[in-house]
């Protein structure tokens, strides 16, 4: 009666000439390549692949400067070219500065607004035509996305209707062809794993039962794992200010004042809430250590409609990290209350009343 497509997706590869005249590595195979073609070195009882000593990670997906920072930390020279003005261009602008700050502190040559034209070999080295600049490297990482595997589908023959990037659904996952319903890589710009069950979850249920449940992802969380991790859930400042203007909160709270943070010497990164006027909680980007495990809360309070001021009521055991959201929520009533110059003088009058009873 109903069909489910889950054919996954391959690497994009992009339409960068002279990209097929030398071989190159994707998301998808280069640790194998490595472990297939690496010339192994001996040492005792255990052998151990070489890597390329410089590389160039091409693309915008945030899955690029994961790579890159691996590859770094694997002792690899690493240039990371983007196309757009600042990497993970999705995410909140001080996120994605941090996190390209670490990269380039970690000694990461960070290219952004640089399309590359060409790749050549000369003499046995690949050169990247990137932009003005000319970069020689042992090895490329192509990251630049991925597309749907749909050839041998005859999608055409059953009505549905597809691009590049994946099927065309609607809120509940179905296809063109209502009878088929899609998820997971098929879908389009989630790539998560967690988002691709999610979505298996609300497909299976509209295909087995009523086609009555709907995909929301306003409270579904978001992760990018470099280091510091970063993770996202609900809109950004730019998304809330767009759609509520100013009737919006945005509080930040830094690693650095945690106690757990400095005793782990994880002090990079904030936290930084995006909050409607009453304190409903529009969205949280996390930048730090366990970022995507902290996440998971902001989540569940999005998701269950729980506001601002009852996690400044929730005592947190010390030391940990976990009390980024007790001191977020304490900032974010001491701003109300700076603000609101009515109930600061009702309670100035309120304590000088006090006062003058106790004598």
């Known amino acids: 009666r109903a069909y489910l497509i889950a054919t996954g997706s391959r690497p994009d590869i992009s339409d960068i000439k002279g990209l097929q005249t030398i071989d190159y590595f994707t998301p998808n195979d ?28 091409i693309g915008d997906e945030p899955i690029a400067p994961e790579l890159a920072q691996t590859l770094a930390r694997l002792g690899c020279e690493v240039t990371l070219v983007v196309s757009t003005t600042r990497i993970l261009f999705q995410e909140d602008l001080e996120a994605s500065r941090l996190i390209q700050a670490q990269l380039e502190a970690e000694g990461i040559r960070v290219l952004t607004d640089s ?30 996305g991925e597309q749907p595997n749909v050839e041998s589908l005859n999608l055409e023959g059953v009505g549905i209707k597809y691009t590049q990037q994946g099927l065309q659904l609607n809120q509940k996952l179905q296809t063109t062809n209502p009878r088929i319903y899609s998820c997971g890589k098929m879908a389009g710009s989630y790539p998560c794993a967690h ?36 993770a996202r859930v609900g809109l950004t400042e730019v998304e809330a200010r767009k759609r509520y ?22 002090t990079t990164g904030y936290m930084k809430l995006v909050v409607g006027g009453n304190g409903t909680i529009l969205g949280a980007t996390i930048v730090g250590s366990q ?9 569940l309070a999005i998701q269950q409609k729980i506001q601002l001021g009852v996690l400044a009521n929730v005592y947190y055991p010390y030391p940990t990290l976990s009390e980024i959201f007790n001191k977020t929520a304490i900032q974010w009533q001491h701003q109300r209350m700076s603000r609101n110059q009515t109930l600061k003088n009702f309670l100035e009058g309120f304590f000088n009343l006090r006062r003058s009873w106790s004598k």
Not at 291 to 299: K, P, R, S, V
């Open 291 to 299: 970022a995507t495990e902290l996440i998971g809360e902001i989540t």
């Open 195 to 230: 988002i691709a069950q999610y979505q298996a979850s609300i497909a299976l249920k509209n295909a087995l039962f009523f086609p009555c449940f709907k995909v929301d992802y306003h409270s579904i969380p978001w992760t990018v794992l470099t280091q510091p991790q970063l």
């Open 245 to 266: 203007g100013k009737n919006v909160w945005v509080i930040r709270e830094y690693f650095k004042d945690l106690d757990q943070a400095q005793l782990l010497g994880k």
């Open 30 to 57: 280069i640790w194998h390549k490595v472990l297939k073609v690496g010339k192994l070195k001996v040492a005792g009882s255990t052998s151990q692949p070489s890597l390329p000593k410089s590389w160039v990670v």
């Open 115 to 144: 399309r590359v034209d060409q790749v050549r070999e000369i003499e046995g080295k690949t050169w990247v035509q990137a932009g003005n600049k000319a970069i020689e490297a042992d090895a490329i990482l192509l990251a630049t």
